[in-house]
């Protein structure tokens, strides 16, 4: 009870803390905004230029308006006494740019795609005449980048939506950025990466981008981090129809930015409009499109099952015209991959403890040192007797049947089976976006993930490998307020909750059916599942040594404001982060053991030499290990605060 009270009095004073530095961040925020704003978020765009006349000279005094063409939402400034003006915390989309000055033509390009972290210049050239009269630019060849320093690319939305994706895996779109290497397990399908029936989720980050090491990049979505403690690994990949856009920065990353080694990965999701959109699809990849496995043949297995499946629905719209815009997204993932498997299994005899007609088998228990050479003498009939044999290894051998009967004759093994592992995910993405007046626009986006293993299970019964699950809740709320048209102030509140473990099917079964022994000892055990078992020569039952289980719970306040003043534009904002992880985690062994066997107990000099006889499966009834292990293991815990504040300037030395 007082390791319980103990934990509640940590968790208290760190919500507390927490508490007071969202209130310390949110004073600032509204100080700095009320005395020198602006406030510019990730996940937005900005678009600069310079007003002319046709003789070059620059129009101050112009207004500029910048009109969202999917929810009318329009922003307006006036052009400084340089001729210069910037919009900032624009939503990644399309936009028209108009500009008026009396005794000038209306000047008016549309339309203008601004993306995610980027920034657009538009510069007008105004011709005399009248308001009343429009200067319309369709299309412009596009300029270089020349308003930031930063390194990176925008994937944007249509090569999200239609590059084909072997499961549709977004992470795998930031390969196509100049700089970004990939690493293991991150091509295809997000579930089974590892190799069919197994998921590691520290691979959904395994990517070296700008030179820095795998699995150190940040990743944000919608302005909200979802990496966290662990090496950064990623909790969260939104679904591809979900993703509006991204941006994958390489290097000389803007202040922001922190807590990450090589780059960064900014992805914006999709929002409602005044228009209706909607789809519904399905991807598949099907056995009946694939030739049997020329070992499934030999075996007389048949065609081994491929069926991956993908399908989802997703629709955004108005919910109230120019005011209220929502989105909705659901996808469902499901494959099961069949391998086919060959190896040897214990024949219905020699669980029986009869070994005849193999190598001579030797009792340990004879051993003697003839001329400085053990010597053992064989067991009669090259059998053993039933009393001889270990209570635990008979359980397992017939009771439990860790291994089923043979059922071939191959020159490589006397089983076949075509096991199914495979993945399942599906996942829930829901925003809503409000302009609650000119001044001020709020939305807020909640997630659910889960996706699970279906694991490799070559017996068919509760020998499978270990199967990973993961869940992840994140709800994000924006809030972005226009003070005048030259101070902004932006804020990001979210909460990211990530569970994820790797666990046996086997697992918290009862100890006590592999004998007396196993029931008291059970009581000292952490966890339970089956015994883990390596018999030479047979196949082994892999995923026992695995048991792992996490918690992450990440709390982010993440307050921002820009000021344009003239030529200088100033950023200022701060990023706090409490960070919550717990783990249980194994690393050789895990509680209910892992034990190996060889032909040394059983051979004529205890050595595993050829020439020297003996049978591990022999070794395996008696009971005699030839190594093995097993830990205790206990949960581990931390808290994590990354507090930070930074400050920009950009400064335009000229047009």
């Known amino acids: ?37 602006p406030l510019f978020s990730q996940a937005v765009g900005t678009i600069v230029g310079t007003v002319t006349d046709s003789s070059g000279a620059v129009i101050p005094g112009a207004t500029v308006t910048i009109t969202n063409l999917g929810t009318s939402e329009k922003r307006t400034i006036q052009t400084d006494s340089s001729g210069n003006y910037r919009v900032v915390n624009l939503v990644p989309g399309r936009y028209r740019v108009e500009i008026m000055r009396e005794g000038f033509k209306l000047f008016s390009r549309e339309p203008v795609a601004v993306e995610v972290d980027s920034v657009v210049r538009i510069d007008a050239s105004m011709s005399v005449g009248e308001v009343t009269e429009v200067v319309q630019v369709t299309s412009e060849t596009p300029l270089l980048q020349t308003e930031s320093a930063a390194l990176g690319q925008v994937v944007e939305s249509k090569t999200v939506l239609e ?29 089974s990466n590892q190799g069919a029936g197994h998921t590691n989720n520290w691979a959904f980050n395994n990517y070296q981008i700008g030179g820095g090491g795998a699995g150190h990049g940040a990743q944000f979505v919608d302005g909200a981090p979802t990496t966290g403690l662990g090496g950064n690994m990623v909790a969260l990949i939104v679904t591809q129809d979900a993703i509006q856009e991204f941006r994958v920065v390489t290097n000389n990353v803007s202040a922001e930015y922190g807590r990450f080694g090589g780059g960064v990965v900014n992805m914006a999701t999709k929002s409602g409009s005044n228009e209706i959109h909607g789809a519904i699809y399905e991807y598949f990849r099907n056995k009946v499109l694939n030739a049997n496995n020329f070992f499934a043949n030999l075996s007389g297995q048949k065609k081994p099952a491929f069926n991956q499946n993908q399908y989802g629905a997703s629709v955004g719209g108005p919910l109230r015209k120019d005011k209220t815009f929502g989105f909705f997204n659901f996808e469902r993932y499901k494959a099961s991959i069949c391998s086919t498997y060959i190896t040897w299994v214990p024949t219905l005899a020699q669980r029986a403890g009869d070994f005849s007609g193999g190598k001579t088998i030797y009792d340990a228990l004879t051993t003697t040192t003839v001329d400085g050479k053990v010597v053992r003498t064989p067991f009669p009939g090259n059998q053993i007797p039933s009393s001889r044999f270990d209570e635990t290894a008979n359980v397992i051998a017939n009771k439990e049947q860790y291994w089923p009967a043979p059922n071939a004759n191959l020159s490589n093994g ?43 299970n070559r017996y068919g019964n509760l020998t499978a490998g270990a199967a990973s699950h993961q869940r992840t809740h994140q709800a994000v709320i924006g809030d972005t307020y226009t003070l005048n048209p030259s101070s902004i102030l932006d804020l990001r509140l979210s909460f990211t909750r990530s569970f994820y473990d790797d666990a046996p099917p086997s697992h918290g079964r009862d100890m006590s059916v592999y004998g007396a022994a196993w029931r008291s000892l059970q009581k000292q055990m952490s966890y339970t599942s089956n015994i883990g078992l390596s018999v030479a020569g047979m196949g082994t039952f892999p995923g026992m040594t695995v048991d792992t289980e996490h918690y992450r719970d990440t709390y982010a306040l993440m307050p921002s404001m820009t000021k344009i003043a003239g030529q200088h534009s100033l950023k200022f904002g701060a990023d706090v982060r409490l960070m919550d992880y717990s783990h249980r985690e194994t690393s050789d062994y895990p509680a209910s053991g892992v034990f190996n066997f060889d032909a040394g107990f059983t051979s004529a000099d205890g ?16 009971g005699y ?10 949960r581990t815990g931390q808290f994590n605060w990354y507090k930070a504040v930074y400050f920009t300037d950009t400064f335009q030395i000229s047009r």
Do not use: H
């Open 1 to 37: 009870m007082e390791g319980v009270r103990g934990s509640r009095m940590k968790n208290y004073k760190c919500f507390k803390e927490f508490r007071v530095w969202l209130q310390v961040a949110a004073i600032v925020a509204l100080c700095l905004g009320f005395a020198s704003q």
């Open 163 to 191: 590059m084909p994706l072997n499961g549709r895996n977004v992470m795998n779109l930031i390969a196509l950025v100049p700089g970004v290497v990939p690493q293991g397990s991150t091509s295809g399908a997000i579930a």
């Open 414 to 456: 006397n089983f076949a089976s075509t096991p199914v592992p495979g993945g399942k995910s599906y996942q829930i993405n829901a925003r809503g976006d409000q302009s609650l007046s000119d001044k001020q626009r709020l939305f807020l986006r909640f997630t659910y993930w889960n996706l699970a293993d279906i694991s490799m």
């Open 607 to 622: 050595t595993t030499a050829a020439a020297a006889g003996g049978q591990p499966f022999a070794s395996f009834m008696l």
């Open 625 to 634: 290990v030839a190594s093995g292990g097993m830990q205790t293991v206990r």
